[in-house]
């Protein structure tokens, strides 16, 4: 069964970065990658991209292609999301989430989301 | 257009059928699977249909999900206070190369 455990809240001020984590346990051949889905207060969820596991491949949303940088680390099944230039808008909630292999849109199950302000 | 439209908002009483429209193009629910996510307050998305019509491992029978060319559709019967929650149509979106989440329909239980 697969598990994904986030890191804690982040505060930052505008212009900085945050580098989010999400630790996978229980993964198989089932799991191709994580994604990243954000939803931003009072609005819908919002795909961010996706990092395959087993080759490190990458696919940004357009949105996100300049800012946006997903890593993996085997050696401790953790997943990193480096989101740069914050800006107001980028406060939400942040999730990673298991994607099933030959199913991009297939997320399940997903993490406890990461809280993410921006503030001066 | 890259969108996927849902209903703002939708309500039933106790015991009702309701159903959730998802309406897209050829370029995404025309040429892929459908997911659904249900979404509970102060809780992580759940997903709660795939393959457009298919249900995961311990989703009751009570959800079900259609699709017809560019739409789908969630249905969800015998509704309960418990599914008082934000429910979301998913697609890959083959312009955008990238995944579409519609706009979310906040369903209320009367």
């Known amino acids: 069964q697969v598990q994904l455990v986030q890191s804690g809240v982040e505060v930052r001020k505008p212009g900085a970065s945050v580098k989010v984590s999400c630790k996978a346990s229980g993964y198989n051949f089932i799991t191709s990658g994580i994604s990243w889905v954000r939803q931003a207060p009072g609005q819908g969820l919002e795909w961010m991209g996706w990092i395959g596991l087993y080759n490190g491949h990458t696919d940004y949303a357009q949105k996100f292609q300049e800012r946006v940088t997903m890593t993996t680390d085997t050696s401790t099944s953790t997943i990193y999301m480096e989101l740069r230039s914050l800006r107001s808008d980028d406060t939400a909630v942040y999730y990673c989430?298991?994607?099933?292999?030959?199913?991009?849109?297939?997320?399940?199950?997903w993490g406890q989301g990461t809280l993410v302000t921006v503030s001066s | 257009q890259s969108v996927l439209t849902q209903p703002p908002s939708a309500s039933g009483t106790p015991g009702q059928r309701v159903t959730i429209s998802c309406s897209g193009s050829?370029?995404?629910?025309?040429?892929?699977?459908v997911y659904w996510y249900q979404h509970l307050p102060g809780s992580a998305p759940k997903l709660l249909i795939y393959s457009n019509n298919q249900r995961p491992s311990g989703v009751p029978d009570r959800f079900s999900g259609s699709k017809s060319g560019t739409s789908a559709s969630l249905a969800i019967s015998g509704l309960r206070s418990e599914d008082e929650a934000e429910y979301y149509c998913?697609?890959?979106?083959?312009?955008?190369?990238?995944?579409?989440f519609g706009g979310g329909t906040k369903l209320t239980v009367l």
């Open positions: 998913a697609a890959w979106d083959d312009s955008l190369s990238g995944v579409l």
């Open positions: 050829s370029s995404n629910i025309g040429s892929d699977y």
């Open positions: 989430a298991s994607v099933k292999a030959g199913a991009l849109s297939w997320f399940d199950p």
